[in-house]
Nanobody, 121 residues
Framework: QVQLVESGGGLVQAGGSMRLSCAASGRTFSDYYMGWFRQAPGKEREFVAAISWSGGITRYADSVKGRFTISRDNAKNTVYLQMNSLKPEDTAVYYC??????????????WGQGTQVTVSS
């Protein structure tokens, strides 16, 4: 199996930017589709973005299109989420996900522990 560790969260002002990182260990990173999900208090975990093993295919939730960019560096076993033009409604715990078969909303063979992102108005 793989272990996923997120980092890079914190407090940012609305309109600002933040980059999240997810470092993977275990099975070869390039075998996995990777994604980001988020969960606000009292809400269900929701899909944010996903990227194929080669990086050639990406998917985004409508709420983040044009603002967030997912990328991966297989040599570093790391996936990133660049978040620009942040809004207060982006406030949530962000989770990294890995999946061998699925790319999108239903992925999640493995999960990280999450990192808090708080966007102030």
């Amino acid at each position: 199996q793989v272990q996923l560790v997120e980092s890079g969260g914190g407090l940012v002002q609305a309109g600002g930017s933040m980059r999240l990182s997810c470092a993977a260990s275990g099975r070869t990173f390039s075998d996995y589709y990777m994604g980001w999900f988020r969960q606000a208090p009292g809400k269900e975990r929701e899909f944010v973005a996903a990227i194929s093993w080669s990086g050639g295919i990406t998917r985004y939730a409508d709420s983040v299109k044009g603002r967030f960019t997912i990328s991966r560096d297989n040599a570093k076993n790391t996936v990133y989420l660049q978040m620009n033009s942040l809004k207060p409604e982006d406030t949530a715990v962000y989770y990294c996900a890995a999946d061998l078969k699925r790319l999108g909303t239903r992925m999640g063979d493995y999960w990280g522990q999450g990192t808090q992102v708080t966007v102030s108005s």
